[in-house]
């Protein structure tokens, strides 16, 4: 992650989190809000149920004052009831009390009996005391009447009433404020005000007629009849004020008061307040949680993202480990073909020219398989997959191998190569030889590439082990006097890829990883490796490893025992040749199959070939093989279930048949798990010609078998190791003295001689062709084999050549043309045809001008001339070069049958399909062979020219068209 | 964190949503004035030309003036049908519960009780309730009056009256009325037959023409809802006095006059209390003074003598100087009722009215 995306995710996180609060924020004033809101109505609907109370004890009150006077009626009433005629002494006293008032009685016919009689479409209450009803009755401008009936046993006799006149109905009958504030009136139905609030009292007074409040009163009224009393809060000029009604009982008249808000709330305030500060502080802690859980968030999200990276990161370390792996597998398959080839080619061929490229090739493409080794056990160690298998070997055997190795490459070099090693260690070891041989080979290899004169020296001490008795440390120092390293740069050798100094290494090849596979390795086995380094003097690598002791058997002078080995070192040669013995060989990869078969021809051995599981099973069903060699890694049916398969096969014929797995798999352990699997033993690819045999002659019946050594080969052997040059020292402990000289190549030693077509008598072609020269073409071509087979070459070109060039002219395709006419000059050239070389030298700089625009003018000219020699040049030596191909083999080579051929052409048609030229050169190879049928003659030749061109149609035409 | 994002988002927004829903709900109290919509079930038909055409056409009359919306239902039993219609009116959002007979009271009580928030008006009942009001008019004022007509015009001194069945109600009215025609006429009685169907037309039919048969009556009442008496009345020429409607267009040969109910002022009236919320339930009894009842204008068969104190005795009754039972009254066995100077409570009137005045004369 960079910084400015640090900064960005940061900004993100930033802008997240600011948004999560606003929107928390957001939630927790809604919540407030609300909440506050919720409070001041439950608080307001608490006052109102105060107010309301309060009003209804006030209406109480007045409806009490109302009962009181028509109770003090009603007294009076009863006595009326008793007898006939009353005497109206009770109401004057009452009268008399009370001026304010006037009390009167009358008939139910309205005549006055005491007092003035009031009629009842006046006062209704006296229409209700005529039909027996008690009653109270305002009348605007008259006054507040109580009237009751008077019975006479059912009936109603007389109404007395009581009116008091509105200016003194206050005094009377009026209502005193809530707890002494606001004011309060009684009102009737039609809202006139009975009797009004206390006269003369302030100015709250006056509310009664504020607009907002008779709004607020006209709301209470509408409340007061499902309730029967109801408050409510308006705001007025005096402040916020609660208003109030209640039905007075027993009447038609209610009441309506106010009073200010703060006398209602007294305290109740605090309560709101209250709520609103616990609120505020939890909305804090909300707040402050909701930070900080968002905080932790954004940090476990950061490291959600750090860890999916290295998931990531791993996953396509993991994939690229796979990658390599595969890779190096896939790599080493095409390699194996290669070098098999190459094999065949240096078995073949006599031409020491052609065994020198050969060589090179062979050498190069070992080291290409060296490099694809290192990655592929480099993938291992990173997919965590190498293992390291603990067995007892023998030290002496593993220094010898890698001596010789050494040695041979030190000798490329012309360094000095000493072994030292002391006699005292025990021969027997437990380890893991394998891992062990590579470490030794990398650090040696190491040295003798970067050393360029002088020595490399191996030395192998023992450290004891005070407490262990069973083990000890080996002590492995490589000292060389090569270019050495810088003291800065020692850390960087052990890291994967890095290669130091690179400016002077830059010819030195590797992959870098040679240090870095062996350190892990060492690592693995619980080891070490140490540098030290003088730059431009020399480098000394310290391998320190502890091994478990097996046999105590010293190992004793390792000089002679080195010595006895380079001896049994043999060239290469068929070892044995069993003409009655036949094999199987199965592979799915059909040009392995042409690399073991090539190998053996030289044997004689009977061998048949399968490209699948099933096919071998078909086949060792009818055919017994004296040994089978199996590929493992095979589509469909893998090596291992096919030799299962063999084994089990009832009526087979090769259930005890000794079968070899071959196999591209390098892994530890390999050859372990292919014994368990069944398997007789195991060859790993690519399988080297030696090996192949030494196996070969192992398990085929010894009867079938005529080991074979040519006196020439032998012969050719010691020859060679007279000639050799690199001169070894090796050394045993402090005997440094005795030195040998050994004269073998490991693996490319002693060659075949191979037999080959006739010789054309190139001599005589040069002497009787003026054209040419053999001085010149020897110059070049150097024997007279490859002179050979170069006119050869040259003689069928110049046909089609000659026709290419003149049509290029033709088309004024002069690119091609100087192409063309280059290639004439340097093919002249080799075959000492110099003049026409000149002459196409010159014609090819005419055509170059011609590219760049000049016009040399003449061309066409020169060209015809240059293509008559040409021609004439053909004509020459057509003579030398006899029918062409018959000539070639005719003589030497068993003829093909026609079935044989056409199954050939048709491996062509197919391959050629799918483009693979390698495929159809081995098959061309094989056919070379053997003589082809006359009447199969120039369909054949033609054929080898469209190979050598890669006409791919022209190869297809003339394979399928029969 | 996207979703957590939404989540919190959403439940703000439902969060304002029901914040906005309760604040509206808060300030909306029951203070809402938009009209109720009303029913009015009858015990009869519509068509009745009588009671229930009265409150019928008082209910219309309100509706067209106002646009209130008024679903009518006639003939309505008095059983768990009209519980069963009320509860589907209720739940179809109607809000004044009008029906028009004592019947129905025992329903309506329950009902009122079990939905506060629908009014109730019943007429001819007595109970009353917060929601629940009881209603009708003191049509015995206006029968005394007609008793006066009735009085005055009979040669033969003998009136007919065709009661449905004796409740507290139809002896009042049949008592003023006989009080009004003995005030006139002393030598005067009115014979009182019972049909005991409010609506059955062939036993009134039967009833009236059986009393016509055995009395020589020349002037007819009824407090019956089917005004088949008066048919069988006018078909024999006997003077007609209606009742509860005025039908003078249907016995144009024999009508004199009737006791007739406007309903419409007292609806709006009551309807217009339900809509203001300014509704009392209470029993209520308007007398002429109101104008609820009326003495419907004298056909030119009335002997003109008649009005002067026909005029007087209604303007003692308006302003209050007189109530029909005002003493002295006597029942038809002479025992004194009411003593000269007294009158007869409500209650009375109301409950305890089992007894005919002097000058009724029953089977």
Redesign the interface.
């Known amino acids: 992650m960079s910084d400015k995306q640090r900064v960005i995710r940061w900004n993100h996180s930033i802008m997240r989190l600011l948004l999560t609060l606003a929107v928390m924020l957001l939630v927790l004033l809604a919540i407030g809000l609300f909440l506050y809101l919720r409070v001041n109505t439950l608080l307001n609907v608490y006052m109102e149920e105060q107010g309301k109370k309060q009003a209804e004890t006030l209406s109480e009150v007045t409806s009490r004052q109302f009962e009181g006077e028509l109770k003090a009626l009603s007294t009076v009433a009863s006595e009326f009831t008793k007898v006939e005629e009353v005497s109206v002494d009770a109401i004057s006293a009452m009268q008399e009390a009370d001026h304010e008032s006037r009390i009167g009685v009358q008939r139910v016919d309205e005549t006055p009996y005491f007092g003035v009689p009031y009629g009842a479409d006046t006062f209704e209450c006296i229409e209700s005391a005529i039909h027996g009803e008690q009653a109270i009755s305002y009348v605007q401008g008259k006054g507040l009447m109580f009237c009751v009936p008077a019975f006479r046993d059912k009936n109603v006799a007389y109404v007395i009433y009581r009116i008091y006149p509105e200016s003194k109905l206050y005094s009377h009958v009026g209502v005193a404020g809530y707890s002494g504030f606001g004011s309060v009136c009684i009102m009737d139905r039609e809202g006139h005000v009975v009797i009004p609030a206390r006269a003369g009292e302030n100015e709250e007074k006056m509310l009664f007629g504020n607009r907002n409040v008779d709004d607020g009163f006209q709301e209470l009224a509408r409340e007061l009849f499902t309730t029967g009393s109801a408050a409510t809060f308006r705001s007025t000029d005096n402040g916020e004020q609660m208003l109030f009604a209640a039905e007075i009982a027993g009447s038609e008249f209610y009441l309506k008061g106010y009073v200010p808000k703060r006398v209602v709330q007294e305290g109740v305030e605090y309560v709101a307040m209250l709520v609103i500060l616990v609120f505020l502080i939890l909305a804090a802690l909300v707040f402050l949680g909701g930070f900080l859980l968002t905080r932790l968030e954004i940090r476990a999200q950061e490291s959600e993202q750090l860890r999916e990276a290295s998931l990531v990161a791993e996953k396509s370390n993991a994939a690229k480990s796979d990658f390599l792996a595969n890779m190096s597998h896939e790599i080493r398959t095409p390699i194996n073909a290669m070098l098999g080839m190459n094999e065949m080619i240096i078995r073949e061929s006599d031409n020491e020219r052609v065994r020198n490229y050969a060589d090179n090739i062979d050498s190069a493409g070992k080291n290409l398989l060296s490099i694809i080794n290192d990655i592929l056990d480099f993938s291992k160690i990173e997919a965590g997959r190498m293992e390291i298998t603990e067995a007892p070997y023998q030290l002496s055997s593993l220094l010898n191998d890698v001596s010789n190795m050494i040695l041979f490459r030190a000798r490329t070099k012309d360094l000095e190569f000493r072994v030292d090693v002391d006699e005292s260690i025990p021969d027997g070891l437990y380890g893991d030889e394998v891992r062990i041989r590579q470490v030794f080979v990398n650090v040696l290899s190491n040295a003798v590439k970067y050393t360029n004169e002088g020595s490399v020296t191996l030395r192998v001490r023992a450290g004891r082990l005070p407490e262990e008795e069973e083990a000890l440390n080996l002590i492995v120092t490589v000292e060389d006097t090569g270019i050495g390293i810088r003291q800065e740069d020692i850390d960087k050798l052990f890291i994967k890829f890095e290669r130091v100094d690179l400016l002077q290494n830059r010819t030195v090849e590797g992959t870098g990883l040679g240090l870095a596979i062996t350190q892990k390795i060492l690592q693995l086995m619980g080891g070490d490796i140490r540098v030290q380094s003088e730059y431009g003097k020399g480098s000394i690598f310290t391998v320190t490893l502890k091994q478990k002791i097996v046999a105590k058997e010293p190992i004793g002078n390792f000089r002679i025992k080195f010595e006895r080995g380079l001896k049994e070192i043999k060239t290469y040669r068929e070892t044995f040749r069993a003409k009655g013995a036949k094999i199987l060989v199965v592979d799915d990869t059909q040009i392995n199959l042409t690399v073991i078969e090539g190998l053996l021809k030289k044997t004689e051995l009977g061998i048949d070939t399968a490209t699948g599981g099933e096919d071998a099973l078909k086949l060792t069903m009818g055919t017994p093989y004296d040994l089978i060699l199996m590929d493992q890694r095979m589509p469909k049916m893998d090596g291992s279930e096919a030799m299962k398969r063999i084994r089990e096969q009832e009526s087979g014929c090769n259930v005890h048949t000794p079968v070899i797995a071959l196999t591209a798999d390098a892994m530890q352990g390999a050859r372990a798990r292919y014994l368990a699997a069944g398997f007789t033993d195991y060859l790993s690819k690519p399988v080297d010609g030696h090996t192949l045999e030494t196996t070969l002659v192992k398990y085929l019946p010894k009867e079938k078998v005529v080991l074979y050594e040519r006196e020439d080969a032998e012969a050719a052997g010691s020859a060679e190791a007279d000639e050799s040059t690199g001169g070894i020292q090796t050394g045993n402990g402090a005997d440094n003295a005795g030195g040998i000289q050994t004269g073998e190549e490991s693996s490319a030693g002693g060659r075949i001689r191979v037999d080959t077509s006739p010789e054309i008598d190139v001599k005589k072609i040069y002497e009787n062709c003026d054209m040419l020269s053999y001085e010149e073409a020897i110059q070049y071509l150097g024997t007279d084999e490859i002179m050979r087979m170069t006119l050869e070459q040259y003689y069928e070109d110049i046909k089609p050549n000659a026709d290419e060039i003149e049509a290029y002219l033709k088309a004024g395709d002069i690119r091609n043309y100087t192409v063309k006419v280059h290639a004439l000059k340097s093919s002249s050239r080799l075959i000492g045809a110099t003049a026409l070389s000149e002459e196409a030298r010159k014609l090819e700089e005419a055509g170059n001008a011609m590219q760049d625009g000049e016009d040399t003018g003449a061309v066409a000219e020169k060209t015809e001339k240059l293509l008559e020699n040409y021609r004439k040049l053909s004509d020459m030596i057509g003579p030398y070069m006899g029918t062409e191909s018959g000539g070639e083999n005719a003589d030497y080579f068993p003829e093909i049958r026609q079935d044989e051929l056409y199954e050939s052409y048709d491996a062509i048609a197919e391959f050629a399909a799918s483009f693979d030229l390698d495929s159809i050169d081995l098959v061309m190879e094989q056919l070379k062979e053997y003589r082809v049928p006359d009447q199969e003659q120039e369909r054949y030749t033609k054929l080898k020219t469209a190979v050598r061109d890669s006409d791919w149609e022209k190869i297809t035409q003339l394979t399928k068209g029969e | ?1 996207k979703k957590a ?1 939404f989540i ?2 959403g ?2 927004v439902c ?2 949503i029901g ?1 906005v829903v ?2 509206h709900s ?1 300030n909306t ?3 809402e004035s938009a009209n109720r919509r009303i029913a009015l079930l009858m015990n009869g038909s519509r068509e009745d030309h009588s009671y229930c055409q009265a409150q019928f056409e008082g209910m219309l009359a309100y509706a067209e003036k106002s646009g209130d919306e008024v679903v009518y239902y006639d003939n309505v039993a008095p059983d768990e049908r009209y519980t069963d219609l009320v509860e589907q009116l209720i739940a179809s959002g109607y809000g004044i519960i009008v029906s028009d007979s004592y019947i129905y009271e025992p329903a309506v009580t329950e009902l009122a009780h079990a939905h506060p928030d629908v009014y109730f008006l019943n007429a001819s009942g007595t109970q009353s309730a ?1 929601n629940y009001s009881s209603y009708l008019g003191r049509l015995y004022q206006v029968r005394y009056l007609t008793g006066i007509v009735a009085g005055m015009q009979t040669k033969t001194n003998k009136i007919g009256y065709i009661i449905a069945m004796p409740t507290p109600e139809t002896i009042r009215q049949a008592n003023a009325f006989t009080i009004g025609v003995r005030k006139v006429n002393a030598d005067a009685e009115v014979y009182v037959r019972y049909t005991n169907h409010w609506n059955n037309d062939k036993i009134a039919e039967t009833v009236t023409k059986k009393l016509i048969k055995e009395q020589d009556i020349d002037v007819l009442t009824l407090h019956t809802n089917t005004i088949m008496p008066l048919r069988v009345a006018d078909e024999n020429g006997i003077y007609t006095i209606g009742n509860n409607r005025d039908n003078r267009d249907l016995f144009p040969n024999t009508y004199l006059t009737a006791c007739v109910f406007d309903w419409e002022p007292f609806f709006e009236e009551r309807i217009g209390e339900c809509n ?5 339930g209470k029993h209520y009894w308007e007398g002429m ?1 109101t104008g609820l009842v009326q003495l419907a204008p004298l056909t030119d068969l009335v002997s003109p003598s008649v009005r002067p104190i026909l005029n007087a005795e209604k303007h003692k009754i ?6 029909v039972f ?2 002295p009254l006597s029942d038809r066995s002479g025992y004194i009722r ?2 000269k ?9 109301l409950q ?1 009215m089992d007894w005919y005045v002097k000058g009724v004369s029953l089977e």
């Open positions: 964190m994002f919190i988002l439940i703000l969060f304002v914040l309760i604040s808060m109290k029951d203070t917060g203001r919320n300014k509704f009392t003074r308006i302003n209050g100087e007189y109530d005002f003493g009411v003593r100077g007294e009158n007869l409570p409500d209650t009375q009137l305890h």
